[in-house]
T-cell receptor, first 116, second 113 residues
Framework: DADVTQTPRNRITKTGKRIMLECSQT?????MYWYRQDPGLGLRLIYY???????NKGEISDGYSVSRQAQAKFSLSLESAIPNQTALYFC???????????????FGSGTRLTVV | GENVEQHPSTLSVQEGDSAVIKCTYS??????FPWYKQELGKRPQLIID?????GEKKDQRIAVTLNKTAKHFSLHITETQPEDSAVYFC????????????FGTGTRLQVTL
């Protein structure tokens, strides 16, 4: 299912380095999200965007920034990576269904980031 | 904001038995409750969802029940098979312009032969 694509799939970086994770989608959805997954903690929201001009912080936004370059593209940046940002990162998209009701997310394949 | 608690964190069942995973949510305004399955090394995928205007929904061997009064919802898997082994996440949504999902911490289901 290539309609939500994340790059890179895996990345090892050093403490203090800047790194960007990219997400692109072909679903035509307006809503995009960045989550991180840690064992035992589930999926936690970092940032979300409901259209190109809309950016919102999630519950764990400190140390991260985002850019919504187009409807189809939503990038996550770590300005100065630290080891506790080692995690699996997922991008997701969603939209309102035919009845204007919230629909479930479509997740990308994830980026496994290791900060050493 | 919304808080979602999920239990148990791990669950082991024998093939053919049923499995039940339970979640509670904090905000009575929540109106959408999806369940995701994440196989090892894969992305989470939506398997079933329920909205607050119904109490139960079924899709073959899986079903979800919702108790709005108690603010809890459950995933039921019958006749479990080895391919049901995965991590399952529940989630709840708050309606409105800032609508987004809050996830539970996940349940690792192991179906043994």
């Amino acid at each position: 299912d290539a309609d939500v694509t994340q790059t890179p799939r895996n990345r090892i970086t050093k403490t203090g380095k800047r790194i960007m994770l990219e997400c692109s989608q072909t679903k035509g959805h307006d809503r995009m999200y960045w989550y991180r997954q840690d064992p035992g903690l589930g999926l936690r929201l970092i940032y979300y965007s409901f259209d190109v001009k809309d950016i919102n912080k999630g519950e764990i936004s400190d140390g991260y920034s985002v850019s919504r370059q187009a409807q189809a593209k939503f990038s996550l940046s770590l300005e100065s990576a630290i080891p506790n940002q080692t995690a699996l990162y997922f991008c997701a998209t969603s939209d309102l269904g035919r009845q204007g009701l919230e629909d479930g997310y479509t997740f990308g394949s994830g980026t496994r980031l290791t900060v050493v | 904001g919304e808080n979602v608690e999920q239990h148990p964190s791990t669950l082991s069942v024998q093939e053919g038995d049923s499995a039940v995973i339970k979640c509670t949510y904090s905000d009575s305004a929540s109106n959408y409750f999806p369940w995701y399955k994440q196989e090892l090394g894969k992305r989470p995928q939506l398997i079933i969802d329920i909205r607050s205007n119904v109490g139960e929904k079924k899709d073959q061997r899986i079903a979800v029940t919702l108790n709005k009064t108690a603010k809890h919802f459950s995933l039921h898997i019958t006749e479990t098979q080895p391919e049901d082994s995965a991590v399952y996440f529940c989630a709840a949504n708050l309606p409105g312009t800032a609508s987004k999902l809050t996830f539970g911490t996940g349940t690792r289901l192991q179906v043994t032969l």
